[in-house]
T-cell receptor, first 111, second 118 residues
Framework: DAKTTQPTSMDCAEGRAANLPCNHSTISGNEYVYWYRQIHSQGPQYIIH???NNETNEMASLIITEDRKSSTLILPHATLRDTAVYYC????????????FGQGTTLQVKP | GAVVSQHPSRVICKSGTSVKIECRSLDFQATTMFWYRQFPKQSLMLMAT?????????EQGVEKDKFLINHASLTLSTLTVTSAHPEDSSFYIC??????????????FGNGTRLTVT
């Protein structure tokens, strides 16, 4: 199963874009990249996922490099409520569909 | 849509007793649900995969006789922590995938249950 590497923590100024990187150099061709976030003492919240193409929804944008070995989650205008732990997960290649969480990136949005 | 509800949100129990946690998909059916555990300042650890109408699949190192999982309907899975001990105190989180969607579709998570064993 592909593993992901994320920075432990990041800061971002309120109102600015938050760019969260993720490395997944061992990703295989049929594995998706998922992003979830967890605000303190809550369950994880789905943000976005993608396979090859860049994706955008109301919450964020996902940029996947052409070789698919890394990706970036972009929160275009970070607010204080975006302070959370952000998890980049590669869907395991097995057919169970389970998600294995790494340590994630703690994003602190500052006023 | 895709709301997952857990009950209770918090529970305190005495050592040696059993505690049942419910996970419900409120507006969709889920053939598969997943149970996670999270200790303070740590990431989520997958405990088991719960399949409707069949036995749960446990991750390595998770005691199936201690953590009983029942997925009796398409909208309800339960986790029972039997003979709870203080080391079982943790944040338990369930997630569900909408029936009919592929393995690559997103999981929807409940808001967790904080278990404290005294």
């Amino acid at each position: 199963d592909a593993k992901t590497t994320q920075p432990t923590s990041m800061d971002c100024a309120e109102g600015r874009a938050a760019n969260l990187p993720c490395n997944h150099s061992t990703i295989s061709g049929n594995e998706y990249v998922y992003w979830y976030r967890q605000i303190h003492s809550q369950g994880p919240q789905y943000i976005i996922h993608g396979l090859k193409n860049n994706e955008t929804n109301e919450m964020a944008s996902l940029i996947i490099t052409e070789d698919r070995k890394s990706s970036t989650l972009i929160l275009p205008h970070a607010t204080l409520r975006d302070t959370a732990v952000y998890y980049c997960i590669v869907n395991p290649s097995s057919n169970t569909g389970k998600l294995i969480f790494g340590q994630g990136t703690t994003l602190q949005v500052k006023p | 849509g895709a709301v997952v509800s857990q009950h209770p949100s918090r529970v305190i129990c005495k050592s040696g007793t059993s505690v049942k946690i419910e996970c419900r998909s409120l507006d969709f059916q889920a053939t598969t649900m997943f149970w996670y555990r999270q200790f303070p300042k740590q990431s989520l650890m997958l405990m088991a995969t719960s399949n409707e109408g069949s036995k749960a699949t446990y991750e390595q190192g998770v005691e199936k006789d201690k953590f009983l999982i029942n997925h009796a309907s398409l909208t309800l899975s339960t986790l029972t922590v039997t003979s709870a001990h203080p080391e079982d105190s943790s944040f338990y989180i369930c997630s569900a995938r909408r029936r009919g969607q592929g393995y690559n579709s997103p999981l929807h998570f409940g808001n967790g249950t904080r278990l404290t064993v005294t």
